[in-house]
T-cell receptor, first 112, second 112 residues
Framework: KAGVTQTPRYLIKTRGQQVTLSCSPISGHRSVSWYQQTPGQGLQFLFEYFSETQRNKGNFPGRFSGRQFSNSRSEMNVSTLELGDSALYLC???????????FGEGSWLTVV | QQQVKQSPQSLIVQKGGISIINCAYENTAFDYFPWYQQFPGKGPALLIAIRPDVSEKKEGRFTISFNKSAKQFSLHIMDSQPGDSATYFCAASVDSNYQLIWGAGTKLIIKP
C-alpha cells in the first residue's frame, strides 16, 4: 500500500507570494491533517479534514487554509507568505475511525 | 488541560544504555497514547502506542510504561543503538475526538 504522498517536496517562495501544497492520503483513509514543523520545534497542528469537512482547526492565522476533495486528497494554501512561514509542512492521514495517523515526508517551504 | 508535557528536551545516552523519555498529561479523558519517531528529513512514524487498560506494552527494545494515577507515560529504549538517534514525540487523544495532542519532542542522541 502506498504511503502518504506530499508534493512538492521542496520549494522556495518570495515574501508576499502564496503557496499551495498537495497531499494524497493512504488509499482508503478519509481523514487528512496538516502540521507545521519549524527547525527544533514540535508539531504545530494546522487543521484536519474528514469527508471534505474541516473537523478540527489549530491556532493559525486565516492566511493558512485547506480543503479536501471527494477522493480524500487535500491541499493547503498559505497566502501572503512571511519569512516565519518557512517550515516543514507535514500531512498525515488516518482511517475514518481510530487515532493512528500516518505521516508523509513533508514539503519543505523556504520563504525568502 | 489539553497539554502534554514531554521531558527531557534532549538526551544523550551511551550505546547499550537505556533511554527514558517521559510525558505527563492532565486530561483524564485521554485514552490513547502513541509515541512517534522522526528521523531528520522524514515525517514522524508511529513507534508504539498504549491504551490505559494496560500498564506496560513492549515491542522489541521499546517499552511504554503507563501510570494512570500519576497521569504519566514513558518510553524506554533498552540497549540503545546509534540508529535510535532521532526525535521522539509523545501524544495523547480522546478516542472520540480523533485529534492528537502532541508533546514538544525529545531529541535523542546515542553515542557509539
Amino acid at each position: 500500500k502506498a504511503g502518504v504522498t506530499q508534493t512538492p517536496r521542496y520549494l522556495i517562495k518570495t515574501r508576499g507570494q502564496q503557496v499551495t501544497l498537495s497531499c494524497s492520503p493512504i488509499s482508503g483513509h478519509r481523514s487528512v491533517s496538516w502540521y507545521q514543523q519549524t527547525p527544533g520545534q514540535g508539531l504545530q497542528f494546522l487543521f484536519e479534514y474528514f469527508s471534505e469537512t474541516q473537523r478540527n482547526k489549530g491556532n493559525f492565522p486565516g492566511r493558512f487554509s485547506g480543503r479536501q476533495f471527494s477522493n480524500s486528497r487535500s491541499e493547503m494554501n498559505v497566502s501572503t507568505l512571511e519569512l516565519g512561514d518557512s517550515a516543514l509542512y507535514l500531512c498525515a492521514s488516518s482511517p475514518s475511525h481510530g487515532n493512528t495517523i500516518y505521516f508523509g515526508e513533508g514539503s519543505w517551504l523556504t520563504v525568502v | 488541560q489539553q497539554q502534554v508535557k514531554q521531558s527531557p528536551q534532549s538526551l544523550i545516552v551511551q550505546k547499550g544504555g537505556i533511554s527514558i523519555i517521559n510525558c505527563a498529561y492532565e486530561n483524564t479523558a485521554f485514552d490513547y497514547f502513541p509515541w512517534y519517531q522522526q528521523f531528520p528529513g522524514k515525517g514522524p512514524a508511529l513507534l508504539i502506542a498504549i491504551r490505559p487498560d494496560v500498564s506496560e506494552k513492549k515491542e522489541g527494545r521499546f517499552t511504554i510504561s503507563f501510570n494512570k494515577s500519576a497521569k504519566q507515560f514513558s518510553l524506554h529504549i533498552m540497549d540503545s543503538q546509534p540508529g535510535d538517534s532521532a526525535t521522539y514525540f509523545c501524544a495523547a487523544s480522546v478516542d472520540s475526538n480523533y485529534q492528537l495532542i502532541w508533546g514538544a519532542g525529545t531529541k535523542l542522541i546515542i553515542k557509539p
